[in-house]
């Protein structure tokens, strides 16, 4: 267990709705960040936030894709207007370092958008 | 050049052979570099942490080289229970917070 939590683990919807997912780290882990996953592929690089101020967002990361971390605690990725090529794991991740701390992973939510 | 690049495999190997991956990363300022293993539908997970000195943990030895700007990773007496794919992470462009994975590459081992 790496005290790293996501909700929820699995997310079916339909194209064009919105959907949030959560996750809470470890109080002691102040970066956080986001990643995406697809079948066959290393986790991609979405956002991150050191406590509550986002530091970087990807450039392929859509203005239909927004994150939150609102008191520097648990944060929110939100996807309005799902499209079928959102359809992954998104990964949650913590760590503890400034520059050699490993990532503690959640254990992700999965989207299916029809 | 992407930020960081694995060879997807797979890799097949049997068991007890030795196998070795690279990985090649963009940002020559990083100090920094993992190795993470993931196993099917799992979350990746911490492997070993490589430095300037690299790392060795039992059959596990991580390398840097710098000149090159590549990371491997070796595995000796290979196990079934080593198959699954490995994730080369090495902070991207912008700098050191930014951790970047590579594609992931794919290990096999059979009896």
């Known amino acids: 267990d790496t005290g790293v939590s996501q909700d929820p683990r699995h997310k079916i919807t339909k194209r064009g709705q919105n959907v949030t997912f959560r996750c809470d780290p470890i109080?002691?882990?102040?970066?956080l960040y986001w990643y995406r996953q697809t079948l066959g592929q290393g986790p991609e690089f979405l956002t991150y936030?050191?406590?509550?101020?986002?530091?970087?967002k990807s450039r392929l990361l859509s203005d239909r894709f927004s994150a939150e971390r609102p008191k520097g605690s648990f944060s929110t990725l939100e996807i309005q207007r799902t499209e079928q090529g959102d359809s992954a794991m998104y990964l949650c991740?913590?760590?503890?370092?400034?520059?050699?701390?490993?990532?503690?992973f959640g254990e992700g939510s999965r989207l299916t958008v029809l | 050049r992407k930020e960081v690049e694995q060879d997807p495999g797979p890799f097949n190997v049997p068991e007890g052979a030795t196998v070795a991956f690279n990985c090649t990363y963009s940002?020559?300022?990083?100090?920094?570099f993992f190795w993470y293993r993931q196993d099917c539908r799992k979350e990746p997970k911490l492997l070993m942490s490589?430095?300037?000195s690299g790392n060795e943990d039992g059959r596990f030895t991580a390398q840097l080289n710098r000149a090159s700007q590549y990371i491997s990773l070796l595995i000796r007496d290979s196990k079934l229970s080593d198959s699954a794919t490995y994730l080369c992470?090495?902070?991207?462009?912008?700098?050191?917070?930014?951790?970047?994975f590579g594609t992931g590459t794919r290990l096999l081992v059979s009896p």
């Open positions: 991740a913590a760590r503890l370092a400034a520059n050699t701390g490993e990532l503690f």
């Open positions: 992470v090495a902070p991207g462009d912008t700098g050191f917070q930014k951790l970047v």
């Open positions: 109080s002691e882990h102040n970066r």
């Open positions: 940002n020559s300022a990083s100090q920094s």
């Open positions: 936030f050191q406590n509550e101020a986002q530091l970087e």
């Open positions: 490589v430095y300037s």
